[in-house]
């Protein structure tokens, strides 16, 4: 069952206080994450421009990491598509828990090379908001 997304903030602008921004994952569904790729990609269709770094942060640890598996790129080639076209322009910063690439059996080497490792994708999250001044996106 899809939930509509309910973004800390509904603009893809963020405080000027805050040091960067975090996807806020919920439902770790293939619509979920497509939405908040292209809210995230937003301001670059617009002709906004590249930005000046503050790439949001994507940290993946639930089932919506099959959705990278090269093994899956068939079935989901244009989300891969569109995140590596994301990372590339530094719009966002795809990350991968490695407990759940434990947990689950998936090496690194089954990931594209885009997608970046944290230990603990939670944890990450976590510390991203208390200590480095994140928002969600």
Do not use: W
């Amino acid at each position: 069952m899809s939930h509509p997304i309910k973004p800390a903030i509904l603009d893809i602008n963020y405080p000027t206080n805050s040091k960067g921004r975090l996807a806020n994952i919920q439902d770790h569904s293939l619509e979920e994450l497509t939405q908040l790729l292209d809210r995230a990609g937003e301001g670059l269709e617009a002709g906004a421009g590249f930005p000046a770094g503050n790439a949001i942060v994507f940290i993946l640890h639930g089932p919506e990491v099959r959705f990278f598996k090269k093994e899956n790129f068939s079935q989901y080639r244009a989300l891969v598509e569109k995140a590596a076209q994301l990372e590339a322009f530094d719009l966002i910063d795809v990350q991968v828990c490695e407990l759940y690439l434990e947990e689950h059996g998936i090496s690194r080497s089954q990931l594209p090379a885009f997608v970046n490792s944290v230990p603990n994708g939670p944890q990450e999250e976590a510390r991203l908001i208390e200590q480095e001044g994140y928002v969600h996106f």
